[in-house]
């Protein structure tokens, strides 16, 4: 097999274990993949829902992506099939949907992801030519490594959340805990016994039909919370986010500094290097 069709984030879950993901909203520079390999990062999700990314930075950050050897998702702005499909064209191993509130559209999302006889995604892109595969064999493989993830962020959708995991050709439910948690009357309040009983169902039904329960949060103490929970595709925090803890920390060091403190007062001192 091409050593670009490999998914190490989807076998890990098929074997049961976890993974560890975060997302970008901002950054553009194709080595933020890079870095975010070399942390140790299983996966990244490159998203459309709220930036402003253009065709040209996906299929940039994708193949960075890709070659440092995390692997790279996208998140639609919705289930439109087109956006779907673009994104896979541009490299990206996988997406991430927001808001899926019907078997309908879980139904559609899974058939966008996977050629025939799995599913309706039409073949096209540079990703055939880029693994130099025969094209039944390239169909298989890109079959194989696909990870499919619709979003629970409605009342309405953990309602149904069973026949949501009982879908083909979709691998994660993930959480997304902000809109959810203020659908339900909670905002914010990600342990609110109503929040919490939201949860423990889309694990009970991602765990019931061979799938994955994920959530993304800002923070390792609510991600040590929900993996006790059993949720297994576990995102935390984003680019800006990561980048103004680190800017925080070792500005209030730097600050001390200047004011005449020890140095290593301070949570961070930063790196030995200046890059």
């Not at 060091?253 to 004011?259: D, R, S």
């Amino acid at each position: 097999m091409s050593s670009l069709l490999k998914n190490p984030a989807k076998e890990k879950l098929k074997s049961g274990g976890r993974v560890c993901g975060t997302m970008i909203t901002s950054v553009t520079w194709p080595g933020i993949m890079e870095i975010l390999a070399n942390s140790g990062w299983d996966f990244v999700v490159i998203d459309t829902e709220h930036s402003l990314y253009n065709p040209e930075t996906i299929e940039g950050l994708c193949r960075a992506g890709r070659q440092s050897g995390i692997v790279p998702l996208v998140r639609p702005a919705d289930a439109d099939y087109h956006l779907i499909a673009r994104m896979l064209d541009l490299g990206a191993y996988g997406v991430m949907v927001p808001w899926v509130d019907t078997v309908a559209e879980a139904s559609a999302i899974g058939n966008a992801t996977r050629y025939p006889p799995m599913g309706k995604r039409g073949c096209g892109g540079n990703m055939v030519s880029l693994t130099g595969l025969p094209l039944a064999e390239y169909l298989q493989h890109a079959n194989d490594i696909m990870l499919t993830t619709i979003m629970v962020e409605s009342s309405v959708a953990v309602g149904i959340v069973d026949q949501l995991a009982a879908v083909p050709n979709t691998d994660v439910l993930v959480i997304g805990p902000t809109d959810l948690s203020i659908n339900l009357g909670v905002p914010g309040k990600f342990d609110h016994p109503t929040f919490l009983a939201a949860a423990e169902k889309v694990v009970t039904a991602a765990e019931k039909h061979g799938k994955a329960a994920g959530i993304h949060v800002g923070s390792l103490k609510d991600s040590e919370m929900f993996a006790k929970l059993g949720f297994r595709h576990l995102m935390c925090s984003a680019d800006a986010a990561m980048l103004r803890t680190a800017s925080n920390e070792l500005a209030a060091a730097m600050k001390e500094l200047c004011a005449g403190g020890a140095v290593g007062k301070s949570k961070s001192s930063g790196s030995a290097s200046p890059y």
